[in-house]
Nanobody, 115 residues
Framework: QVQLVESGGGYVQPGGSLRLSCAASPITFSLYAMGWYRQAPGKQRELVAAITSGGVTNYPDSVEGRFTVSRDNAKRTVYLQMNNLQPEDTAVYYC?????????WGQGTQVTVSS
């Protein structure tokens, strides 16, 4: 069974940075497309970053230039570097792994941006 475990969330002031990690097991990680999503209270879950098995990345306009997704296939881990965080970035952040139209989700990690 695929397991995804996120970490690195927390509390940060506006303008601050956080780095989220998502460790995956037991999968052939390099074959999976990976994504980071977030869900704020009362809102739908939305994509914030994606990276293909080949390392191609994609971001929505709302985080372009502030968030960076990367992956380390040897460690079976995907990262989300978040800079210049703003209160509207407050949400639970989830990691998703996709292969052959099958999706697997982590349990999420809370990110709170507040002064």
């Amino acid at each position: 069974q695929v397991q995804l475990v996120e970490s690195g969330g927390g509390y940060v002031q506006p303008g601050g940075s956080l780095r989220l990690s998502c460790a995956a097991s037991p999968i052939t990680f390099s074959l999976y497309a990976m994504g980071w999503y977030r869900q704020a209270p009362g809102k739908q879950r939305e994509l914030v970053a994606a990276i293909t098995s080949g390392g191609v990345t994609n971001y929505p306009d709302s985080v372009e230039g502030r968030f960076t997704v990367s992956r380390d296939n040897a460690k079976r881990t995907v990262y989300l570097q978040m800079n210049n965080l703003q209160p509207e970035d407050t949400a639970v952040y989830y990691c998703k792994a996709t292969l052959s139209s099958k999706n697997y989700w982590g349990q999420g990690t809370q990110v709170t941006v507040s002064s």
